[in-house]
């Protein structure tokens, strides 16, 4: 299987702590994306950071890429009960338009 | 951007039954994606349907029980046919207007 790997499959922390997940996958590719789902509904794409980029921010989140390990990771700074969800990383390739997703994150924060 | 209308959210139905599930989207893309997320788990690529050819399908799924119409560059169906409770799941549609990918709420099946 193609699929990445995501850890921690569970993360919970208080609220204005920082979140780390971390996401591993197993081709080469063009971009690798991150995205949330709330109580398993619809995803919400959050960030695209291309293969040739080592590091993008987007407000409270920091996306990092390390190709050459094949890893990337999601840090969302300063938490918030309302970023309680499912985070997964999703990678493409080629031109398909198809995207790979990753196990995912629960992450909870506690107010 | 996209926004993509999806129906039913959810449903409950019976062994043996089949259930179609729509997408509408409020612009005319060519590629559509359908998802499948098992309880607890990732989402896993169903097939990609184009408009004016036959829905290429990933390893693992059949057209005849996943069916697939795209009649137009803004509307598709997925039918999950003769049902099993292994199909309970989460379907989502998709589209890209690029690289990124905009998902329709999804269709919470539960088979009894």
């Known amino acids: 299987s193609q699929q990445g790997e995501e850890d921690p499959q569970a993360l919970s922390i208080q609220e204005g702590e920082n979140a780390t997940m971390n996401c591993s996958y197993k081709t080469s590719i063009n971009n690798l994306q991150w995205y949330r789902q709330n109580s398993g509904r619809g995803l919400v794409h959050l960030i695209l950071i291309r293969s040739n980029e080592r590091e993008k921010h987007s407000g409270r989140l920091r996306v990092t890429l390390d190709t050459s390990k094949k890893s990337s990771s999601l840090l969302i700074t300063a938490s918030r009960a309302a970023d309680t969800a499912s985070y997964f990383c999703?990678?493409?390739?080629?031109?398909?338009?198809?995207?790979?997703f990753g196990q995912g994150t629960t992450l909870q924060v506690k107010p | 951007s996209a926004v993509i209308s999806q129906k039913p959210s959810r449903d409950i139905c019976q062994r043996g039954t089949s259930l179609t599930i729509q997408c509408q989207v409020d612009s005319q893309v060519t590629m559509m994606f359908w998802y499948r997320q098992q309880p607890g788990q990732s989402l896993t690529l169903i097939a990609t349907?184009?408009?004016?050819?036959?829905?290429?399908?990933e390893s693992g799924f059949v057209i005849d029980k996943f069916p697939i119409s795209r009649p137009n560059l803004t509307f598709s169906t997925l039918t999950v046919s003769n049902m099993s409770p292994e199909d309970s799941s989460i379907y989502l549609c998709s589209v890209t207007t690029g690289e990124k990918l905009f998902f329709g709420s999804g269709t919470q099946l539960s088979v009894l």
């Open positions: 349907a184009n408009q004016g050819s036959e829905a290429t399908y």
């Open positions: 999703a990678h493409g390739s080629g031109n398909t338009g198809k995207l790979i």
